[in-house]
């Protein structure tokens, strides 16, 4: 299994642990998150088998036909090319082998009190990843990029949080140190760039806190697609079967 | 049972066959709609016990305490007042009994392709129910509305619609019929209004088929809840139990 975009190693731990049996990759381009995540594994799942390498997607030294699945878990929204990364990783998988994708959709983000100061911050994040070649609303386009990337039997399922004050290990685990914590780390780019004043973006950050207290909600979709490498077709570099 | 807003009868089918023995009592605002109700649930749940009943939310026939369980679906949405709606069914369900809730949230629609001429037509359906005394975002609300009404032990979950090509039906029977018609329906009122040029509108309303064609998707949240009425609480007119 290949592992692609595996920062700290916290899919990687979720993978190893739900198949002891796989032989694991893990791909990731930061040096320092491969060693945290070589860490974590360690300590987290210490008999799985995971080999470490520190590349760029769109270079990695791997044979064609290589692996039996491919996992990119909050990978596709940080690239500029999502369907040309999508085509190179379909040449490294076998035929008929699988890959799981999952990302966010910030456009998803649905939350009481709602905010006009906290939907400006939001868009803020959205405007910065999308000029860092990112693109924080891909959740809704996975089925279309799998598809035009050759893929077969692409099929995509929401998955939706809802946090509110019954459900309080969510409120403090996605509303506030997931969600509102991702906003929030782009505050000195969203100023530095004139998109909001500071002003402003305190408050639209206070309005956001306020979803995560005592009768505020928040929600917010992922897309986990899965699809297969058509057992038929011929890649980039390896002939048909 | 008391079905709030049964309109044409849709959901009076559907409860009538998931509890065949109930006993409904299903009210609805339009003599013509209850008509259409009583013939659909004579045709599709022919043993069903329901009574029917032409009237007001706020003026309803009945003594307190008189139901096990209400059913609200999609009528919400449609008050200016919630708040007081949800206080005034308490007092007709008795102590310990329970209540449904179900609405849509506009905000959470997503779609691919995007299109900011989408959007503002949906927009316009938005503010056109708003002006109109409604509230088409309250999907966020149901927990802090309910709450704040008095009743105990609020739930509420997520029901997210997601449709792609690999869900026909969906895209027919969500996309299509439900969510575009709905937009498309206040065409007239946004024009008058001038919320939007004809010219804008129309290419927000072909955008929109756009995301039920090849290489679209549609995203959407329902929000039900449910929640108890307390048993040792003291309602408008009645006394502690």
């Not at 990731?28 to 860490?39: K, V």
């Not at 100023?191 to 402003?200: F, H, I, K, N, S």
Request: hydrophobic residues 40%; charged residues 20%; proline residues 5%.
């Amino acid at each position: 299994m290949l592992e692609i975009g595996c920062g700290v190693g916290g899919q990687t731990v979720h993978l190893a642990r739900a198949s002891p049996e796989a032989h694991i990759t893990a791909v990731g381009r930061s040096p320092e998150s491969l060693a945290q995540a070589r860490a974590r594994v360690a300590a987290h799942a210490p008999g799985a088998r995971v080999e470490w390498y520190c590349a760029d997607l769109f270079e990695l030294p791997f044979p064609d036909a290589r692996f039996d699945h491919v996992f990119a878990c909050f990978v596709l929204e940080h690239l500029s090319d999502p369907g040309r990364a999508l085509t190179a990783l379909r040449r490294l998988l076998r035929p008929g082998g699988t890959i799981t994708v999952i990302d966010g959709d910030h456009g998803s983000a649905v939350f009481h009190p709602d905010s006009a100061y906290a939907r400006a911050a939001i868009e803020c994040q959205i405007r910065l990843q999308s000029a860092a070649g990112g693109n924080a609303l891909i959740g809704r386009q996975l089925h279309p990029l799998l598809t035009q990337a050759g893929y077969d039997g692409v099929g995509v399922r929401p998955y939706t949080v809802y946090a509110d004050q019954t459900r309080p290990a969510l409120v403090d685990g996605f509303t506030r140190h997931t969600f509102i914590a991702m906003v929030e780390s782009v505050r000195n780019d969203a100023l530095a760039a004139g998109l909001m004043t500071a002003d402003d973006w305190d408050r639209g950050i206070r309005d956001l806190y306020r979803t995560a207290q005592a009768g505020g909600t928040f929600h917010y979709t992922f897309f986990k697609a899965l699809a297969v490498n058509p057992s038929g077709a011929a890649t980039t570099s390896s002939p048909a079967l």
